[in-house]
Structures are given as structure tokens and as C-alpha cells.
């Protein structure tokens, strides 16, 4: 695998060929926080960021998308017709996306590409995609990714991976997606025999000192689990802002809806949260999940117990640490994941106990 150096000094030069080959989408500073956006006019990633406070899951997954449109009005021959909204799926590349936000879309994909399923619009934006990751030196305190199946370095997802080196950034290239950037860009010098990215990944991880247990979770009967005594500890402070699923790179849940004005109308569809009452209203007035209890267990058992079971492929979660920062009541997952994993082993609830 080719691992490539990228002078400091050529980085706009290469940015600015790539304009002209693919849209571009990266970390932009919004007064104190980072977001990812659309980077117009010649605007250049700024890599000098930490975490941003949204994953950059809207990427591939926008935040409110229209599916169709169609339009009431009699006197047009196409009325009362839905038709697919025309698509942008011309090649992009999203830049700065970290290892852990990266391995995300994994497991997303997981529900969006099966061979019942296939999401048309997640997939197409997901194969339009060029996914050039910055390793992550400077982890916050609640980056647990390490024990989440993850970590600073790690590159599932990823065509590049990129690596602060001073006056350079390292690059590796993953895939033939990775190549055909980096050709695109100018970028070729070789970075030759170098144990500089080993050497920074070793760093990099022994920084992530929050950790999760996950051994015991497939083992404990999920029926046992789900009517434990701590979710009412676990639950009782929570406002069901959706904040965190709103946060979380893994969360994928949407609603669909049709929105008329006047004649015209759209049916479109949009991020939703398992943490809101009316998520799961049926048509009935029936809600099988009325109480605040039965939403936050059902967080909780979707990431730590039924994706568990259903992949055999770890968590559904990456370790970002989104949804710990920023839970205004301080719920935080890696207590309720200790709590899960060792439910029924001993007397102990880490919630209660901390
Ligand atoms: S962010 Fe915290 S308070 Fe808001 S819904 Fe999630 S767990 Fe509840
Ligand atoms: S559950 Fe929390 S820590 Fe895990 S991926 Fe989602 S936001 Fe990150």
C-alpha cells in the first residue's frame, strides 16, 4: 500500500486541481465549532480541528432530503404524478473525516446495503464518495474508539488516510478511489520506507484512556436485559431532546413526510429520533414506546444488545464520544454499557454507583 507525502506548502495547489474533478466537502470553522460543508470557491479543509459536534454522517445521509415531487394542479399534464426528484451524484470527496466517524458509515451500511434492502439514495451518495480520513493525534477525554472497534489510525472506510507530520501530511493510499485522488491532485511524492505511521498510530492509541467493556453482551439473554431494574436509573434524568442520536454517527433513523404548499408538493424525509414520543405513534394513537423509560432502553439495547445479535460485528457504536459531551443531563453511554456487560454477574450498576 502506497503511502505518499504531501508538502504543507502544495496542499491548496492539489485542493484547487481537485476542484475541478469532484465537489468537495470538509471542516470549516464556525466561530468555536468545526462543521463539515460544501467547500465553494477555492475554500480550503482546515485539518486544525479536533472533533466536530455533528458526525458527518449528512454526507452520505442528509439531515432533510426530497425523494419526490408533485404537483396538484389540474391544468399541468403532469398533475398528480409523483416523480423522483433529479439527483446530484457526481463525484465528490469528503476531507478530515475521522477513522472512527468513517467506520460509522460501516456499520451503517450494514442496514442500507442488505440483500432484502438497498437504500437508493444513502448508496449512491456513499459510491459518489472519495472518504480521505485525518487520523486523530489529540483524542478528547471521551473518545473510548479503541474499545469500540475503532481507533485513531484505523482505516475501514477510508480511501486515504492522512497524518499530521509537521510540515507535511503523510497519506496513505487505501483503494483505487485513494490512487485516482491523489493523481488528480498532484500529490505523488513517495513518502519511501517509513515507520512513521506505525510509530503515530501507537501514540495515538495509548492517549485513548476511556474504555468500554463489550465481551459479556452477546452472552446476556436480551428478554433478562430488557426488563432489568436499571433502566429507570439510567432514563430518569434524560429530557429526550435527541440530542444524541441527532450527534451520533451510527444513529440512522428517518421519517418520511409530504409537504404541500399551494399546488405543489414534495415528499421528502428526514433525520427522526427513537428518543421522540411520537416516533413510533401508529396510525391507531397506539405507542408502543409511550414512556421516556421504554425510548432510552431502546437506544441503549438497539446499539449495545439487538445490533450485537443481528451483526456479530461488535457495537453500534464507534467511540466518538459525541453523545457524552453533549447529553445535557449527562447520561453517558459508556456507564450504561458497563452496566449491560456486566448485568446479572454481580449486585454492582455502575449508573447508580456513579
Ligand atoms: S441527549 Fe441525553 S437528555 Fe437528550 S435524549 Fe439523549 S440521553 Fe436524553
Ligand atoms: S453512541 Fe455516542 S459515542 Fe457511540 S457512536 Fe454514537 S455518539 Fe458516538
Known amino acids: 500500500m502506497k503511502v505518499i507525502k504531501i508538502d504543507k506548502k502544495d496542499w491548496a495547489k492539489g485542493i484547487k486541481a481537485l476542484h475541478k474533478a469532484y465537489g468537495l466537502i470538509g471542516p470549516v470553522k464556525e466561530k468555536e465549532y468545526f462543521t463539515f460543508q460544501v467547500l465553494s470557491g477555492g475554500t480550503i479543509p482546515d485539518l486544525e480541528f479536533r472533533n466536530t459536534r455533528l458526525s458527518p454522517k449528512a454526507v452520505v445521509f442528509p439531515q432533510s432530503e426530497d425523494m419526490f415531487e408533485y404537483s396538484l394542479d389540474d391544468s399541468r399534464e403532469d398533475h398528480h404524478l409523483l416523480k423522483e426528484v433529479e439527483k446530484d451524484y457526481s463525484p465528490r470527496v469528503v476531507f478530515g473525516i475521522r477513522p472512527c466517524d468513517a467506520k460509522a458509515l460501516e456499520l451503517v451500511k450494514m442496514n442500507f446495503d442488505t440483500d432484502e434492502y438497498k437504500d437508493p439514495y444513502w448508496l449512491n451518495l456513499y459510491e459518489a464518495t472519495t472518504f480521505v480520513g485525518m487520523a486523530c493525534d489529540s483524542p478528547c477525554s471521551t473518545c473510548f474508539c479503541t474499545t469500540a472497534g475503532t481507533g485513531p489510525y484505523h482505516e475501514e472506510g477510508l480511501d486515504v488516510l492522512m497524518a499530521d507530520n509537521g510540515d507535511s501530511y503523510l497519506a496513505k493510499l487505501l483503494t483505487d478511489k485513494g490512487e485516482k485522488l491523489a493523481t488528480s491532485a498532484g500529490w505523488a511524492d513517495s513518502a519511501g520506507k517509513s515507520d512513521v505511521l506505525a510509530a503515530k498510530k501507537t501514540a495515538a492509541e495509548a492517549k485513548i484512556v476511556s474504555t468500554v467493556s463489550t465481551e459479556a453482551l452477546s452472552g446476556k439473554d436480551a428478554l433478562e436485559l430488557y426488563n432489568a431494574d436499571f433502566w429507570e436509573d439510567v432514563s430518569f434524568a434524560c429530557i429526550n431532546c435527541?440530542?444524541?442520536?441527532?450527534?451520533?454517527?451510527?444513529?440512522?433513523?428517518?421519517?418520511?413526510?409530504?409537504?404541500?404548499?399551494?399546488?405543489?408538493?414534495?415528499?421528502?424525509?428526514?433525520?427522526?429520533?427513537?428518543?421522540?414520543?411520537?416516533?413510533?405513534?401508529?396510525?391507531?394513537?397506539?405507542?408502543?414506546?409511550?414512556?421516556?423509560?421504554?425510548?432510552?432502553?431502546q437506544r441503549f439495547m438497539h446499539k449495545l444488545k439487538y445490533f450485537v445479535d443481528k451483526y456479530d460485528k461488535g457495537i453500534m457504536c464507534v467511540g466518538c464520544g459525541r453523545c457524552v459531551r453533549q447529553c445535557p443531563v449527562n447520561i453517558d453511554i459508556r456507564r450504561v454499557c458497563e452496566t449491560m456487560n456486566s448485568f446479572g454477574s454481580d449486585n454492582t450498576c455502575a449508573v447508580q454507583s456513579s
Open 242 to 297: 435527541g440530542t444524541c442520536t441527532y450527534v451520533c454517527p451510527t444513529c440512522w433513523c428517518f421519517d418520511i413526510q409530504d409537504e404541500v404548499h399551494g399546488k405543489s408538493g414534495k415528499r421528502m424525509r428526514t433525520w427522526d429520533s427513537c428518543m421522540f414520543p411520537i416516533f413510533t405513534v401508529h396510525t391507531t394513537g397506539h405507542n408502543p414506546r409511550a414512556t421516556k423509560l421504554q425510548r432510552v432502553r
